[in-house]
């Protein structure tokens, strides 16, 4: 599947998938030289020098563009698992733990420690096909924590086989130690613009910031100020936006032109309209309502309706979203979300490179981009989303190098 075209993927073109059976392509400097029927590739002169990896008539895809992961974080919240299946809401633990239970954690954990949990994640990311992650602080919500996870991106980034794309969250939660004292959320929104954006900008640390904008997190308007800061400082916005009220996020995104907003359930219909009409990438996040156990999925099918450019990721962190695997998140869209296998892979692929604004680059295989693939132990795409819960990928590679090998088929 080469996911070719023009453009990010809009209502029917979200299907086309650009098979090529019995498909070849050669690499050079880890870039896609040529792609096509295995005759055309194997005729070309310079194939006859290449090193050849025989596939087997498998599925072969671009490697799938996580673009929404918190991949930094001390440990799980199981714990609140086991509460949220008791009946409490997602809310009610937030305001006791959550996020700042997180937070508590990581500013603890050294960072060798958080760098060998995940380092193991990436792996585990590469394991289920997943070639780039994009990576969110948002953890450590004071000067030091937020710069020793970003540091950290920066870090794995360097010496380890997959992509990341560092994201600042200092808006995510307003730290404990300015709750409950006058103008409390003023001060720590004055931190983040004037002292922490202005370093990690310096540093080079994130392309991009994020808000949360929702309940008990930052208002519409709080978040403008800061995406408004960020791109001041060069990094573009993105949004965690209508997930558990509806705060006009969507609506925000859509007017700084973010490069994604996210979440989405509680959209209404003009927000689809935005969004229909937008740049702004609509990416679902499933594996959220599945976790949290909500029946309040997104509406996908009237966003991909509307035209709005959907796309699929993982969420991973340790409150509403453990997992890292873009397949399961796949079998969610299909069942819950009522989005097709194809639909499905073109919104965790192309689109979610468009999300990245690495849509050049990577997110599908054809001349020029890097040779990102991923290759699945199936008959037919549809199985891929199709054995929920089971792992199928056989191989995964990352600008041409084999980053995860063959393995015995599980079935
Ligand atoms: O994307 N919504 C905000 N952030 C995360 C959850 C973070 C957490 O609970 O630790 C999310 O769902
Ligand atoms: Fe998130």
Same mark, same amino acid.
């Given at each position: 599947?080469?996911?070719?075209?023009?453009?990010?993927?809009?209502?029917?073109? !979200?299907?086309? #998938? +650009?098979?090529?059976?019995?498909? &070849? !392509?050669?690499?050079?400097?880890?870039?896609?030289?040529?792609?096509?029927?295995?005759?055309?590739?194997?005729?070309?002169?310079?194939?006859?020098?290449?090193?050849?990896?025989?596939?087997? +008539?498998?599925?072969? !895809?671009?490697?799938?563009?996580?673009?929404?992961?918190?991949?930094?974080?001390?440990?799980?919240?199981?714990?609140?698992?086991?509460?949220?299946?008791?009946?409490?809401?997602?809310?009610?633990?937030?305001?006791?733990?959550?996020?700042?239970?997180?937070?508590?954690?990581?500013?603890?954990?050294?960072?060798?420690?958080?760098?060998?949990?995940?380092?193991?994640?990436?792996?585990?990311?590469?394991?289920?096909?997943?070639?780039?992650?994009?990576?969110?602080?948002?953890?450590?919500?004071?000067?030091?924590?937020? %710069?020793?996870? %970003?540091?950290?991106?920066?870090?794995?980034?360097?010496?380890?086989?997959?992509?990341?794309?560092?994201?600042?969250?200092? &808006?995510?939660?307003?730290?404990?130690?300015?709750?409950?004292?006058?103008?409390?959320?003023?001060?720590?929104?004055?931190?983040?613009?004037?002292?922490?954006?202005?370093?990690?900008?310096?540093?080079?640390?994130?392309?991009?910031?994020?808000?949360?904008?929702?309940?008990?997190?930052?208002?519409?308007?709080?978040?403008?100020?800061?995406?408004?800061?960020?791109?001041?400082?060069?990094?573009?916005? =993105?949004?965690?936006?209508?997930?558990?009220?509806?705060?006009?996020?969507?609506?925000?995104?859509?007017?700084? +032109?973010? *490069?994604?907003?996210?979440?989405?359930?509680?959209?209404?219909?003009?927000?689809?309209?935005?969004?229909?009409?937008?740049?702004?990438?609509?990416?679902?996040?499933?594996?959220?309502?599945?976790? !949290?156990?909500?029946?309040?999925?997104?509406?996908?099918?009237?966003?991909?309706?509307?035209?709005?450019?959907?796309?699929?990721?993982?969420?991973?962190?340790?409150?509403?979203?453990?997992? #890292?695997?873009?397949?399961?998140?796949?079998?969610?869209?299909?069942?819950?979300?009522?989005?097709?296998?194809?639909?499905?892979?073109?919104?965790?692929?192309?689109? *979610? &490179?468009? &999300?990245?604004?690495?849509?050049?680059?990577?997110?599908?295989?054809?001349?020029?981009?890097? *040779?990102?693939?991923?290759?699945?132990?199936? *008959?037919?795409?549809?199985?891929?989303?199709?054995?929920?819960?089971?792992?199928?990928?056989?191989?995964?590679?990352? =600008?041409?190098?084999?980053?995860?090998?063959?393995?015995?088929?599980?079935?």
């Amino acid at each position: 599947m080469t996911l070719r075209g023009r453009g990010p993927r809009r209502g029917n073109s !979200l299907s086309n #998938l +650009g098979i090529i059976e019995d498909g &070849a !392509l050669l690499v050079r400097d880890g870039v896609i030289a040529a792609i096509g029927t295995r005759a055309h590739v194997e005729a070309l002169p310079e194939a006859r020098a290449a090193e050849k990896l025989e596939l087997g +008539g498998r599925v072969a !895809l671009p490697g799938f563009v996580d673009s929404h992961t918190h991949l930094i974080h001390a440990a799980s919240r199981a714990e609140e698992y086991e509460l949220k299946i008791e009946g409490a809401s997602y809310e009610e633990i937030a305001r006791k733990g959550g996020i700042l239970n997180s937070v508590k954690k990581l500013r603890a954990a050294t960072s060798e420690a958080l760098k060998k949990r995940a380092t193991e994640a990436l792996k585990k990311f590469a394991g289920y096909g997943t070639t780039t992650v994009e990576a969110k602080s948002g953890y450590g919500l004071d000067v030091a924590s937020e %710069l020793k996870i %970003l540091k950290l991106h920066k870090e794995l980034a360097a010496e380890q086989t997959l992509e990341i794309v560092s994201t600042f969250l200092g &808006a995510h939660v307003v730290p404990a130690e300015f709750r409950g004292k006058a103008a409390g959320a003023e001060k720590y929104i004055a931190l983040l613009t004037e002292k922490l954006i202005p370093e990690v900008a310096s540093q080079k640390l994130a392309e991009f910031c994020d808000v949360f904008c929702d309940r008990g997190a930052f208002t519409r308007a709080q978040s403008k100020e800061i995406l408004e800061a960020g791109k001041k400082f060069g990094m573009a916005p =993105r949004l965690h936006a209508e997930q558990l009220s509806r705060t006009g996020a969507a609506k925000l995104a859509v007017e700084l +032109g973010a *490069a994604s907003c996210d979440h989405l359930e509680q959209v209404n219909k003009s927000d689809i309209r935005a969004l229909g009409k937008s740049k702004t990438v609509a990416t679902l996040l499933p594996g959220c309502d599945f976790h !949290l156990g909500s029946q309040e999925y997104a509406p996908a099918r009237e966003l991909i309706d509307a035209g709005a450019i959907v796309a699929l990721a993982t969420d991973y962190n340790p409150g509403t979203s453990p997992t #890292l695997s873009m397949p399961m998140i796949l079998s969610l869209a299909c069942t819950q979300l009522r989005m097709t296998p194809a639909e499905a892979i073109a919104a965790a692929t192309i689109n *979610a &490179a468009h &999300a990245l604004r690495r849509e050049k680059n990577i997110g599908s295989l054809e001349v020029g981009k890097q *040779a990102d693939i991923a290759v699945f132990e199936v *008959a037919d795409y549809r199985e891929i989303p199709y054995y929920f819960g089971v792992d199928h990928c056989w191989m995964t590679v990352k =600008r041409g190098r084999v980053i995860h090998v063959p393995k015995e088929s599980p079935i």
